[in-house]
């Protein structure tokens, strides 16, 4: 992470403020996603909120991820049950939940139904 903003998101910012764009439509956004719940020990400062004093070369903290429960899951299959895989049992899904971290939930349902995470992104990345 410390690379990622020093040798990359430190000198785009650079760039970007140094050339503006005439146009309100573009903006320049990084997001960071702390799988792991390492934000607190991470070796660089982070902005709490956007406010007055905030520069663009501070990220903004993430928030905290929401663990994907097993309560959700099971709500989810009853919901989509007829939209699913026959071979896709709750209990799988449970039994292999990744603590929780969707991501892994997600890459692990792909799993269960044969499908390739990566093959599929094109359906929810837009940009």
């Not at 071979?87 to 349902?109: A, C």
């Amino acid at each position: 992470m410390q690379e990622l903003i020093q040798h990359f998101w430190m000198p785009l910012v650079d760039k970007a403020m140094s050339a503006p764009s005439s146009s309100p439509d573009y903006k320049l956004l990084v997001f960071m996603i702390d799988n792991d719940g390492y934000i607190e020990v991470w070796p660089f400062t982070v902005a709490e909120q956007l406010d007055d004093t905030w520069k663009p070369h501070i990220p903004l903290k993430p928030p905290k991820l929401t663990p994907i429960l097993n309560d959700e899951l099971m709500t989810w299959v009853a919901y989509e049950g007829d939209n699913l895989p026959p071979k896709l049992q709750v209990e799988d899904i449970l039994k292999d939940n990744k603590d929780g971290v969707p991501e892994r939930v997600l890459e692990h349902i792909c799993d269960l139904c044969n499908c390739n995470w990566f093959e599929r992104q094109h359906l929810w990345i837009k940009y």
